[in-house]
């Protein structure tokens, strides 16, 4: 062999079969899935959680160790060489909490953004809860007139409440706010214009935007004014025999301040009228108490988009109204019937659970002393400064406690509504801050993401804000003291979670 490449191929491939050799070995010293199944831990297991589920935790397991075992052999094969039965066991119990774990989660929102779309924003009140429950576990009369025997309608169940709440003639219930606006427009000006000032065309996110639902629901889109000032010419001037409808949406997740003009709902719904077309008010968050009596910044409600001439409002369920997800549609009886019986109203009706949770949640507007204090988003908007801090301190001493690179202090911070409610309102609140205090800013980062991760990793994953360097806590949305309680139970998880952290590629799981 004069020619160096196959001598060097054929070194290799020796050494490659010896690693498989070693490899090989050292794979068959791994006990059969059997063995797994008959130790008593996970016998015991399967009382819980069933064999299949165990035996899959296992098959993982061992799955993940024979790979582990290809990608070290060579280098420190005896260290893996025996591998006991019980670290073994271990590694498949942890699995098999994994697998048992549900995908819809419990987690904390500590993000300082109340109504959080991402975290399903409102919570629903008890009596929502206890009615959803009743209405999964028994028969209801759903769409089923008890007093005449015959056929009903579903949205009764909440029609008269939401009238009585909004002042409105009538009202009809789908899936979501956007599926309302839909539903409206299509049902209203299919085929026709829908006249929109320019400083409204706004983007709610996960796609909702005027423009196109406009587009979906068949109408022409016709923008008038300009992005900040709209006057009541530009409507006047945009009106012509093809104007299906005047549509004002609020712009609830931004604010154009400055030099602003827009044309109050009272002149739209009488320059509407006077052209014979309805006038759409979409509101989005549906506020159905006076924020302002509650020490809260002032928020549009439905009533007074009746009262000031609107024919069609519509609203979310699970916004500032701190119900289930919903879209409602009030307004003017006539119209509220042509939407009733567009072919879409079918395909976005709301199902038993949901209408349960609704109508419980407005009979809380209707009955309840203080409904700030028994729908969860209206209490936990109006949380006292005070008693947000007092959850600070009590949790202080054993979260500064817990870690000796990361300091954890009580700051002042500012918690805002969320889902475009208010986007300029700020609430004063507190945060725990976690800041990585040792080594250099790289140091500090690395430190950082850490410590949001372990959050993020445990049972119950707390969902934190970064900010500024550090992680805040956002303690506004903690309840005392149940969920308090929950929260320091896991510390312990916490320290254990950061710590294998510590050895891991940033972003990487178990
Ligand atoms: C939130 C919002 C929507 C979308 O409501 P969903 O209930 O999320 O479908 C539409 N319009 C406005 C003005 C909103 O604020």
Redesign the pocket.
């Known amino acids: 062999m004069d020619d160096p490449l196959p001598a060097m191929l054929y070194l290799r491939n020796l050494k490659l079969g010896m690693d498989l050799k070693t490899t090989m070995d050292v794979r068959r010293s791994l006990p059969a899935v059997d063995t797994l199944l008959a130790h008593p831990t996970l016998q015991k297991a399967q009382l819980r959680h069933g064999w299949r589920l165990v035996r899959e935790a296992i098959r993982l397991t061992l799955e993940s160790e024979r790979s582990r075992l290809a990608n070290t052999t060579g280098r420190t094969e005896h260290q893996h060489a025996n591998i006991s039965l019980e670290t073994l066991t271990a590694r498949a119990l942890e699995r098999l909490e994994q697998l048992a774990r549900p995908n819809s989660r419990s987690v904390f929102n500590l993000t300082g953004t109340v109504i959080h779309?991402n975290l399903g924003?409102s919570l629903l009140a008890e009596p929502a809860i206890e009615a959803m429950a009743q209405a999964a576990r028994h028969p209801t009369a759903l769409e089923y007139d008890l007093d005449s025997g015959g056929r009903g309608d579903r949205d009764r169940l909440v029609e008269p409440l939401l009238c009585e709440l909004t002042g409105a003639e009538a009202a009809t219930v789908v899936?979501?706010?956007?599926?309302?606006?839909l539903l409206a427009l299509s049902a209203l000006a299919c085929g026709r214009e829908a006249v929109i000032s320019r400083g409204e065309l706004?983007e709610?996110g996960?796609a909702?935007r005027?423009p196109d639902i406009m587009v979906s629901a068949g109408c022409r889109l016709h923008e008038v004014g300009a992005t900040n000032r709209t006057h009541v010419r530009d409507f006047q001037a945009a009106l012509n025999e093809n104007t299906g409808l005047i549509v004002k949406?609020?712009?609830?997740?931004y604010a154009i301040t400055g030099f602003t003009k827009s044309v109050p709902e009272s002149e739209l719904a009488r320059i509407a009228h006077a052209h014979g077309v309805p006038f759409l008010v979409?509101?989005?968050?549906g506020a159905l108490t006076d924020f302002s009596a509650l020490g809260l910044p002032h928020e549009s409600q439905p009533r007074e988009a009746i009262a000031a001439g609107a024919d069609v409002v519509?609203?979310?369920?699970?916004?500032l109204l701190g119900g289930p997800?919903?879209?409602v549609i009030v307004g003017r009886r006539e119209l509220i019937d042509t939407i009733k019986r567009h072919p879409l109203k079918r395909a976005l009706r709301l199902d038993k659970l949901t209408l349960a949770a609704l109508e419980a949640t407005l009979r809380l507007y209707r009955d309840s002393d203080a409904p700030q204090r028994d729908i969860p988003t209206l209490a936990m908007l109006t949380r006292p400064e005070t008693d947000i801090a007092a959850t600070g301190e009590r949790l202080l001493d054993s979260a500064q406690a817990l870690l000796d690179d990361i300091d954890v202090s009580l700051a002042p911070c500012s918690s805002q509504l969320g889902?475009?409610?208010l986007p300029v309102d700020r609430l004063p609140s507190y945060a725990l801050v976690w800041r990585p205090v040792s080594g250099d800013r790289h140091a500090r980062e690395r430190c950082l993401r850490r410590i949001e991760a372990a959050f993020r990793q445990l049972p119950r994953p707390v969902i934190g804000r970064l900010h500024d360097g550090a992680l805040y806590l956002d303690l506004r949305c903690l309840h005392h003291p149940t969920d308090e309680d929950a929260f320091v139970a896991q510390f312990t998880a916490l320290k254990q979670r950061y710590e294998s952290l510590l050895d891991m590629p940033l972003g990487g799981q178990p």
């Open positions: 779309t924003r899936n979501n706010n956007a599926g309302a606006v706004i709610i996960g909702f005027m949406a609020h712009t609830s997740n979409d509101l989005g968050s519509t609203f979310s369920g699970d916004k997800q919903a879209g889902s475009g409610s």
